[in-house]
């Protein structure tokens, strides 16, 4: 059984169109979206327990006072050139 829709414009009137499938991907690529509703994520217990655990594991404030001294430490470039010209 073929599926019909009708379709209103000012050159046809009221008359029922066909639904293929290029109008029900058409109908979902350029569906109308309310940028001003709220999205409301409604989660099980367990879903909002593995939320917030990936949430604190991606957003943790990561302390690693021994890999700052090596990046950061004063480096003297010229210091084994300065050796070998004193000696």
Avoid: C, R
């Amino acid at each position: 059984m073929k599926e019909y829709k009708l379709v209103e414009t000012s050159e046809t009137g009221n008359l029922p169109a066909v639904v293929n499938m290029w109008s029900k991907i058409k109908s979902l690529l350029f569906k109308e979206i309310d940028w001003n509703k709220p999205i409301v994520l409604e989660l099980t217990a367990h879903e909002e327990k593995v939320l917030t655990e990936v949430h604190d594991f991606l957003f943790q404030e990561v302390k690693f006072p021994e890999l700052h001294d090596f990046f950061f430490k004063e480096i003297n470039i010229f210091a084994k050139f300065k050796k070998n010209k004193e000696n």
